[in-house]
């Protein structure tokens, strides 16, 4: 594993980022990897239209990973995908299940874990932001 982290580089694209993420599919520390070598400012533009609902729920998946070991980074991104044009569209029609996955993440990790005030307070703002009700 360490290895195949060492030639993770940023992606520029939304194709470079869904190629590498696909081929790390199998491993969640390696996507974490992948997402922690690239900038949360970044991906409005390396996304720019081209986020899939679902490549938007696995990334937050991904982020829950991370989130107790580094909860400024996590909500870095978490802020920074709200900012991908076409982000209220996607979760305007996020499915169900979709939906539900979220929503679960958000109530085992991120409420959970979020000990410090204001993190709580971002993390209830953003929670509405992607339209998860409490």
């Known amino acids: 594993m360490a290895e195949a982290a060492k030639s993770i580089s940023p992606p520029n694209t939304a194709y470079q980022f ?3 993420w696909r081929a790390l599919s199998g491993d969640r ?3 974490a990897h ?4 690239t900038s ?4 409005p533009q390396i996304f720019k239209n081209a986020m899939s609902a679902s490549m ?9 990973t991370f989130f107790r070991e580094d909860v400024d980074l996590a909500i870095k ?4 995908l709200t900012k991908v044009p076409r982000f209220d569209m996607l979760i305007l029609f996020l499915s169900p299940t979709d939906k539900a996955d979220l929503l679960k993440v958000w109530d085992e990790v991120f409420c959970n874990e979020a000990s410090a005030i204001e993190c ?4 209830d703002y ?6 998860l009700k409490k």
């Open 18 to 20: 869904e190629v590498s």
């Open 29 to 31: 520390s390696l996507q």
């Open 34 to 37: 992948l997402l922690k070598v």
């Open 40 to 43: 949360p400012s970044a991906l």
């Open 56 to 64: 938007l729920v696995d990334i937050v998946k991904c982020v829950a």
């Open 77 to 80: 991104y978490l802020e920074n």
């Open 120 to 123: 709580a307070e971002i993390l």
């Open 126 to 131: 953003l929670r509405s932001v992607y339209g």
